[in-house]
């Protein structure tokens, strides 16, 4: 088990589109600022950067993790950027975690930015996720993003019965969830007819099952609490934070709609921090498309996905309540500031901070989930309350 | 401000040459590894299965079988088995407009070395059959 990490403050900017001139290095020292603030701390008590961010082709900036720290007031700290497609802005969480851990460092702040929206059009951006995957054959191939989900989805669906409804159901709660935070892309009131009549993207996936490209910046700030001063105290604590790789290639899986690598990254999870998926009160799971929420869920070990999901489950009332953020469906997804916003949201949530939809049932523990290609690389945290 | 960077990739493909040259050519050639058995389509260097680097190439017929399909904005995409073949593949559809199951690999379209399917008329292949 992880012992010594603790949440120490975070902050993120809007996640959108950004039409109002201003540039990924704004976003980034807002969310800076932002998260030194919650922390009470100053940028000379901050040690080391790790910056997330997926791909230069959006900054068209190599060498982003001096840049970044250069930017925002960080002169002298260790510095260095983490990527892993979908999961980099969590995988960059776990660098963090590991030097507080290990006493590499003392207070480490990271930074997740992204300009997905706005830097590229959408199809340019679309042909460079196409290369996530295996890009010697998907992404010769060019098939994109959303149809290999599209095939895994099917898959998911013809072994375990779940269907579009059930989809369109996810599509519509979590632009709900993002109605109450003022930071998310898509805070859209649609009805189960609307996701099922908006425009097929890839079939079964319709526009509304799919997430948005988004620009925006997470940070978060982690120490061990020893290092924290009085405003940092009394925060959320991580338990566990592992990661997993699946095969690559849709193809080479004994089952192209089951998430192995994420049920691999889960179970470690579980047994480092010694808790069960059935005592998780809150989570934050990848949802790139509706039905790689359910997807993820099944893969974290819930029991019986399907008819939790048709009981309310995972609502904000319910036992497990999932990705009251919004998720990546409705706060959005700007990549490397993705996961760092997930990981924010729960602390948040754990600490009773949370800005947006709060969970009904305080949790004690809390599952972070991210991952990159198709559930190819996996990143699991776990937190627990105060 | 505009900007636009212009890149002109050369991308060699080492031990998986072979493989791609093959189709190039439109023809299927899979890798076998020598500790278990296991056919891989598309090849690979190492065996997904056992691990182990020992493998042969050893060509397919061709011919494979939808498992799923899905028809998106810029083209139709199945994950399908190769006949021979142990594992399953994902290959965009020549010819999405034909709703059979059965098709058989055919040359790339285009400089990219993809894996392009085209669907074939099963009734009247198996009409011709007999």
Known sequence: ?386 | MKYQMTLDYTIPFGDLQPYFDALRDGQALASKCDSCGIVAFPARTNCASCRDASMQWTPLTGTAHVLFRTDANGGSYALVKFDGADTTSTVALKNPENNTTIGTLVAPIGDAPGLWLTLIDTENEEHDGH
């Open chain 1, 1 to 386: 088990m992880i012992s010594n990490v603790s949440f120490a403050g975070g902050a993120m900017t809007p996640f959108n589109r950004r039409k109002d001139g201003s540039s990924f290095r704004d976003w980034a020292r807002a969310a800076v600022q932002g998260a030194l603030d919650d922390a009470g701390l100053e940028a000379r008590d901050i040690d080391a950067l790790i910056v997330a961010s997926e791909s230069d082709f959006f900054t068209m900036q190599l060498n982003p993790a001096a840049l970044l720290a250069d930017e925002c007031g960080l002169i002298g700290v260790a510095a260095k950027r983490v990527e892993g497609g979908g999961a980099s802005g969590h995988l960059a969480v776990h660098a963090g975690v590991a030097e507080v851990a290990s006493g590499m460092a003392c207070r480490v702040l990271v930074l997740g930015v992204e300009p997905s929206a706005s830097h590229l059009k959408g199809a340019d951006v679309g042909a460079l996720y196409g290369l996530s995957f295996d890009a010697w054959t998907d992404g010769m191939t060019g098939i994109d993003s959303t149809s290999l989900y599209a095939l895994s989805a099917q898959a998911f669906m013809a072994r375990t019965g779940a269907t579009l409804d059930d989809f369109a159901r996810i599509a519509v709660r979590n632009r709900a969830h993002a109605r109450m935070n003022a930071n998310a892309h898509l805070p859209l009131d649609v009805s189960l007819d609307e996701v099922a009549a908006s425009p097929v993207v890839a079939s079964p996936y319709r526009r509304l099952d799919c997430s948005p490209l988004s620009d925006g910046a997470a940070a978060i700030i982690l120490a061990n609490a020893s290092d924290l001063p009085a405003r940092a105290q009394g925060r959320a604590r991580f338990r566990a934070a592992v990661s997993a790789v699946d095969a690559v290639r849709l193809g080479e899986r004994q089952d192209a709609g089951f998430f192995g690598g994420k049920q691999r990254a889960a179970q470690r999870a579980y047994e480092i921090a010694g808790v069960t998926a059935a005592e998780i009160g809150l989570a934050e799971v990848y949802d790139s498309y509706s039905g790689a929420q359910l997807q993820s869920l099944e893969a974290l070990g819930f029991a019986d996905v399907i008819a939790a999901e048709r009981d309310g489950a995972f609502t904000a009332q319910g036992a497990m309540p999932v990705n009251l953020s919004g998720g990546l469906l409705g706060q959005g997804a700007p990549v490397g500031a993705t996961g760092v916003a997930q990981v924010l949201t729960a602390a948040l949530q754990l600490e009773g901070r949370y800005f947006g939809q709060q969970a009904t049932h305080a949790p004690r523990y809390a599952l972070v989930d991210t991952h990159g290609g198709i559930a190819t690389l996996n990143a699991i945290s776990i937190l627990e309350a105060p």
